[in-house]
């Protein structure tokens, strides 16, 4: 409870210096200070703590007319000229009064070196004026810059997101179908089968339904899916096709991992390496995990035949590639390679 208090405790603190007035408030007070600190002249200090707060006045007066007229009339507008030229004015303007005021404050001391030497500095006074609204005007386009930064990382951040859920509500719902329709004909037949794909199938819908929206996932539950969907591969497919699936390496339950991101590969080795109509084909696929990396292989037997209702121009694949890219930027390889007999796909993943 302790370290939450604390951590709660320096949570609003920094809320509270983080406010506009405080902040600056904070700015003056410590740059009053060490005016009074650097001062090393012979008067009395009540007269150096109210020519410092004069000083100060004067340039809190010129630095917030800058802040909150000039800049966002002209330099915001891009009046470049005008802005210069009214810096330049300001600074003109405002040296003088404040030159009568620390004089004024002076003068019942009858100190005439102080006078003569303070009417010595009015043009010190007035480049100080002036580079004060200078720099006034750097501090605030730096932090505009740094807030527009700010603005543009969130909204890139927001527009990945977007993405990243366009391209999962994309994932081919061919395989529904497949499962329902191998269902179908299992329950015409009063298969014993039956009950364990409809068991299947609902832990695969609940995976999608709940974990696909979510940032990382326990790699162990991808598996899980992964086993799931083979399975029911391997009900509608029978002995027409050797289905094998392996992961070996470390153990999973240590990793996360973005999910679904193997089912495009799976649906494209079904798809494109065994069809209804072959005698015998063959879905290889090997999970390898060793150092914070997923070695993911799975290889298919290719057929000539192609089946129009799972047709998607590509769009699968390209859509993975463009989540790895999202997710896994420099810390993934992908492979694909196919002769006249099979089709390869090697993809690792750096999860560290």
Not at 237 to 250: L, P, V
Not at 310 to 322: A, D, E, M, S
Request: charged share 20%; with cysteine; hydrophobic share 45%.
């Amino acid at each position: 409870m302790s370290l939450l208090a604390a951590q709660n405790g320096l949570k609003n603190t920094y809320e509270f210096i983080s406010k506009r007035v405080v902040y600056h408030s904070l700015i003056w007070f410590f740059y009053i200070l060490t005016l009074l600190f650097l001062d090393s002249g012979e008067e009395s200090f009540i007269i150096i703590l109210r020519n410092t707060l004069i000083h100060v006045f004067f340039l809190m007066l010129i630095v917030y007319t800058n802040y909150l007229y000039l800049i966002p009339n002209y330099l915001s507008k891009k009046r470049f000229i005008s802005y210069l030229l009214l810096l330049l004015f300001t600074a003109a303007i405002v040296m003088p009064i404040e030159m009568v005021c620390l004089y004024w404050n002076i003068a019942g001391n009858d100190n005439i070196d102080a006078q003569i030497e303070l009417l010595k500095k009015q043009y010190g006074h007035f480049i100080l004026l002036f580079l004060t609204l200078i720099i006034s005007t750097i501090l605030k386009i730096i932090k505009e810059w740094f807030f527009q930064q700010a603005v543009q990382k969130d909204l890139e951040n927001k527009n990945l997101q977007s993405e990243l859920s366009f391209l999962k509500s994309q994932i081919n719902p061919h395989f529904l179908f497949n499962t329902l329709n191998s269902l179908y004909a299992l329950t015409l037949k009063k298969s014993d089968k039956a009950p364990e794909i409809v068991l299947r199938l609902s832990e695969m819908m609940r995976y999608m339904l709940y974990k696909s929206n979510e940032k990382k996932v326990p790699l162990e539950q991808e598996i899980n899916y992964i086993q799931n969907y083979l399975a029911l591969e391997r009900t509608r497919y029978g002995d027409k096709a050797r289905i094998e699936f392996e992961c070996a390496g470390d153990s999973p339950a240590n990793y996360t991992i973005a999910p679904l991101l193997f089912i495009t590969f799976l649906e494209n080795s079904f798809k494109h390496g065994l069809s209804q109509s072959i005698t015998q084909g063959f879905v290889e696929c090997l999970l390898y995990i060793e150092d914070n990396t997923i070695d993911f292989t799975i290889q298919n037997s290719k057929t000539t035949e192609k089946d129009e209702r799972y047709f998607q121009g590509g769009i699968g694949l390209t859509n993975v590639k463009r989540r790895l890219e999202l997710i896994y930027p420099d810390k993934y390889k992908l492979d694909i390679h196919e002769t006249d007999d099979i089709y390869l796909v090697n993809l690792k993943i750096n999860l560290s």
